[in-house]
């Protein structure tokens, strides 16, 4: 089976990353597919369309206007694999010599999740029907070998790259080896935009590991559940991470499925592990006898993940493949990092220890670093669905307030106030703020102000940290033993 994407697909699927971007996600699903495809206006989709007595301007305005380029890379959800994958089947067998942005629809309709499959049942728009429109001269049978899915899907990987020519896969070993990778650049350069690689020499004498003071707290996992009424509710919470020692500052993976974590190693040493949702799994990722990994959190477009990397007394936000292999320095001139998160692809928001601490924001493409702040919290996010940053301003210290902060203009804003004493938080897709008192989890909205979710009880101590999954479906909560 012939395995090629045609001109207009290859500029469907940038329009659908740019839509995911668009929304604040992270990985292109299929809605993002399909409102790709029908926004590249195809003459062979709309007279397929056209056939089926269906019209574009009967979907909503997002779905058919989809932005025509984006500078960077998205990765797929689970669901557009399979999506894009059924896709180029389906082009094999109707006969295509490529696969064009009208097969992207008809692999939608196919195998698409709930969302794209009630868009388009609302449209009116059936597969079997829009197959037949498309359908061409028959395959020569001599050339027709089957592939299953996770072959197409495989090759598909390498071919969806094609169309994001800024971005890499974040792994240069795999890069190297992959002709099609190759063309894809690293969007980070390797030496970091604003220095040489820092010079890390002996420790001070009075260096003492950040581990060898970290408390000991477990990581809890559960789902965050929605009411008819919209309330938030906590259920299924087990504790993920059952043992004595430093286990904390969890990020869930873009896809939701997996959940980043730090963890003591011995009573000097943080490494960085992966605990897989589904089967419960643990994975340690890196692999760094002589530094400590802190606060991991994936970054936007890559397969790769930043953390604290804390050697001999030095503190700078490092890069990692998602398989552990250092890839080095993001900024040369930032240093000491304590915690951090992304607002897009290349703006990260740091707070910097010092007298005062500062919340500085770098771009790691032409390496730019700027102060925003003073006196920040260390509980720092970008908001969902926008590319804007919030983090804990300490006004006093009876005085603190979350607050967000547009790094395009470094404009900030004033949200709400936290709980007394209280700076961790997360925030939810729908916009509510989540954030810990005791043993007990309160929400913050815009119209309500903060109320109790609940009770998560006495079998552990008082909650920390807090992070949510991207689809709002699960939350990790760190307690104290």
Avoid at 72 to 97: C, K, N, R, V, Y
Wanted: hydrophobic share 40%; charged share 20%.
């Amino acid at each position: 089976m012939a395995i090629n994407l045609a001109e207009d697909a290859v500029h469907a699927l940038n329009r659908a990353a740019a839509v995911a971007a668009r929304e604040g996600g992270e990985s292109i699903a299929p809605r993002h597919i399909l409102a790709g495809a029908i926004s590249q206006r195809d003459p062979a989709l709309l007279d397929a369309l056209t056939e089926l007595d269906l019209e574009v301007e009967a979907l909503p305005e997002p779905m058919r206007n989809a932005p025509e380029t984006y500078e960077g890379h998205l990765p797929f959800t689970l669901e557009g694999h399979e999506a894009l994958a059924a896709a180029i089947e389906a082009s094999s067998a109707t006969g295509a010599d490529a696969t064009g942005s009208s097969h992207l629809l008809l692999g939608v309709a196919k195998t698409g999740d709930d969302e794209s499959r009630a868009m388009l049942e609302e449209w009116g728009l059936e597969e079997d029907a829009l197959a037949a429109a498309l359908t061409a001269e028959p395959p020569d049978e001599s050339d027709s070998g089957t592939a299953t899915t996770a072959v197409v899907t495989a090759l598909l990987l390498a071919l969806a790259l094609s169309c994001t020519p800024d971005a890499g896969s974040g792994d240069p070993a795999a890069d190297a080896g992959d002709p099609v990778a190759a063309t894809t650049p690293d969007p980070f350069a390797a030496t970091p935009a604003d220095g040489p690689p820092p010079e890390i020499g002996p420790a001070p004498d009075d260096y003492v590991p950040t581990a060898a003071g970290a408390p000991s707290t477990d990581i809890w996992v559960g789902r965050l559940e929605r009411g008819p009424d919209g309330a938030l509710s906590v259920a299924g919470l087990v504790n993920a991470t059952d043992r004595d020692g430093y286990d904390n500052q969890p990020s869930f993976d873009p896809s939701g499925t997996a959940l980043y974590y730090t963890a003591a190693v011995d009573a000097t040493q943080t490494e960085t592990f992966r605990h897989d949702l589904a089967s419960g799994a643990v994975e340690q990722v890196t692999r760094t006898p002589d530094a400590s990994e802190f606060s991991p959190s994936v970054i936007p477009g890559q397969d790769a993940f930043s953390a604290i990397h804390e050697t001999r007394g030095l503190q700078y936000l490092w890069r990692y493949g998602t398989d552990g292999t250092e890839m080095g320095a993001i900024f040369a001139t930032v240093e000491p990092v304590g915690y951090h998160a992304w607002a897009d692809e290349r703006t990260a928001a740091m707070f910097v220890l010092g007298e005062p601490p500062t919340l500085q924001v770098g771009d790691a493409l032409s390496g730019e670093v700027r102060t925003i702040a003073e006196n920040p919290g260390r509980s720092i996010h970008r908001i969902p669905g926008t590319a804007e940053i919030s983090f804990v301003r300490k006004v006093s210290d009876e005085e603190w307030w979350i607050e967000r902060l547009d790094p395009a203009s470094d404009a900030t804003e004033r949200i709400a106030q936290t709980l007394p004493g209280r700076e961790d938080y997360a925030w939810t897709p729908a916009g509510e703020i989540l954030m810990g008192d005791g043993t007990a989890l309160f929400a913050w909205t815009a119209d309500s102000g903060w109320g109790p979710v609940a009770e998560l009880g006495d079998a552990a101590g008082d909650v920390s940290r807090l992070a949510v999954s991207s689809d709002g479906s699960h939350i990790a909560v760190v307690r104290n033993r």
